[in-house]
């Protein structure tokens, strides 16, 4: 590891560590001043019918982090946590690229023939006025899938800003450049491979990886409406099962957390080697 990756690394373990030293104190505070020490076993559990019931649901409130990554590690739970994880990020990386794929190709057809823009467009940014949690029953519904419901969603929180910021690129360019190249005789097509789209694509990771983390909500937020695997899905039964689960509960949204930072990360290391030839990466690998 460089100088420059431990200078990176460092700063996020050091604020993690300190997030979870002062969440393991607020917790054991409120734990300890909320449930009385006769209660506090049974609440811990949350299965004993002994304690009251607003005791038994501090842990699922506000719970100690050393049993939540106890819960997180423990075997009997972390294939099945993991696992579920998995089957959500894979729709959501199906989803990420066909949305990617409509996204770029719309902003392509938007910056060649403005008639286009000006039809599409609109319609695009209504689309998104259209809240996932509405929209994610209604296409549910209508394909009977729960595979195809979240790819289909995925790639509806992606387009968009891939959309937006392919376009904003396409279109960052220096018309003296433009103005080169024709003088150079090149066609259309060699201007957009050689100048348009290579100035698009910092635009486009930056929409890429928003769209990351975007699109595993978007995959979550379908499961929450009925499907039968998933994070999403493993989620909403832990809360069903009441405090027992709380700490299971709060391990599926700890592994929901890391795949839309691993999903964030890869799209990063993407871009890293797509355009190491951008100014920030030269300086990076010369470090």
């Known amino acids: 590891m460089s100088a420059l990756q431990r200078r990176d690394v460092v700063p996020i373990i050091a604020t993690l560590f300190a997030l979870l030293v002062v969440w393991e104190a607020v917790a054991y505070i409120y734990f300890n001043v909320t449930v009385p020490s006769q209660f506090q ?89 259209v809240p996932v949690i509405a929209l994610g029953p209604i296409v549910y519904s209508i394909f009977k899938d729960e595979n195809v419901a979240r790819v289909l969603i995925a790639a509806y929180v992606t387009f968009f800003p891939v959309t937006i910021n392919t376009l904003k690129g396409l279109r960052s360019v220096d018309s003296n450049a433009v103005a080169l190249m024709t003088s150079l005789a090149a066609t259309r097509r ?20 928003i769209a990351a983390t975007t699109s595993v909500i978007g995959a979550i937020v379908v499961e929450l409406m009925g499907a039968q695997q998933g994070i999403g899905v493993t989620i909403l039964r832990t809360q069903y099962y009441g405090p027992a689960n709380a700490y299971k509960l709060w391990g599926a949204i700890v592994v929901a957390s890391l795949l839309g930072i691993l999903f964030f990360q890869v799209v990063a290391l993407a871009e890293r080697v797509a355009l190491r030839w951008q100014p920030e990466f030269r300086r990076e690998a010369l470090s």
């Open 190 to 209: 060699q201007v957009y491979r050689k100048l348009r789209i290579p100035a698009a694509m910092p635009y486009v990771f930056q929409a890429l990886k």
């Open 41 to 129: 076993a049974g609440a811990i559990s949350g299965a004993d019918p002994a304690v009251p019931s607003d005791m038994r649901v501090v842990q699922t409130k506000l719970p100690l982090p050393h049993l939540v990554l106890g819960a997180l590690f423990d075997p009997a739970n972390v294939t099945q946590l993991w696992l579920a994880g998995l089957i959500t990020l894979r729709s959501a990386v199906i989803g990420f690229v066909v949305g990617g794929l409509i996204g770029f190709g719309l902003a392509l057809l938007m910056d060649q023939w403005r008639p286009i823009e000006r039809s599409l467009l609109p319609y695009a940014i209504a689309s998104q006025m």
